[in-house]
């Protein structure tokens, strides 16, 4: 896992202080758990039986019917003969996943002076991963479109975030900070708190 941070500390008049930063990381070569005999994409026919489309498959030992193959099912049903036990998933774990984050965060601080003080806050992040649901991937061949290429369901995140913090007569606080946020930045999760002195 690799992270990287990179921030802005400015001063503004009348006791104010700004401040931007970025912040990152990126994941390579996270564990995930796949589905080894995957049936191949592009297969679409769901009629179609599933053991003689997946990597591994063969005939039952010493049972009638030497062919496991889609042609055998439909033309030659007497030679026809896949083993069950390998019509089914084979859990691996490999190291191939990867994610990224990224996030750019804002500060606005006001010193308390003249009866008033407050902080604003905005935070936007963006995050990509293949590797984040419980199970770590696909085990039974629900996550992973196609095992040997996790790269094609990479999941995005997009969140922001507001917070706003204000220590003034109440009315103020909620007019010169609370409001316009809330309307700059609509559809943000918007937290505001607001205490009198």
């Known amino acids: 896992m690799q992270q990287w941070h990179l921030g802005l500390e400015y001063q503004l008049p009348a006791d104010t202080v700004l401040e931007v930063s970025y912040a990152g990381s990126r994941g390579l070569k996270l564990f995930a758990f796949y589905n080894g005999n995957q049936v191949p994409g ?11 489309r997946r990597p591994a498959h063969g005939v039952t030992p010493g049972a009638t ?7 055998a099912y439909y033309n030659n049903p007497a030679i026809y003969n896949c083993n069950p036990a ?15 984050y990224n996030s750019l965060q ?5 010193r308390y002076s003249h009866g ?7 935070t936007f992040a963006h995050a990509l991963d293949n590797a984040s649901s419980a199970s770590l991937g696909s085990v039974n061949n629900g996550d992973f479109r196609d095992q040997t290429n996790p790269i094609w369901n990479m999941a995005m995140q997009t969140s922001t975030c507001v917070t ?5 007569i109440p009315t103020i606080c909620l007019s010169a900070v609370a409001a316009p946020l809330a309307r700059i930045l609509p559809g943000s999760r918007t937290q505001f708190s607001v205490t009198g002195k």
């Open 42 to 52: 592009g297969d679409t026919n769901a009629s179609d039986p599933t053991a003689p």
């Open 86 to 100: 390998l019509d089914a998933s084979i859990a691996t774990f490999r190291s191939n996943t990867q994610s990224n």
């Open 116 to 122: 008033l003080q407050y902080e604003a806050a905005y």
């Open 106 to 110: 804002a500060r606005l601080e006001k």
């Open 164 to 168: 706003a913090l204000c220590s003034a």
């Open 65 to 71: 019917g030497d062919q496991c193959t889609l042609d």
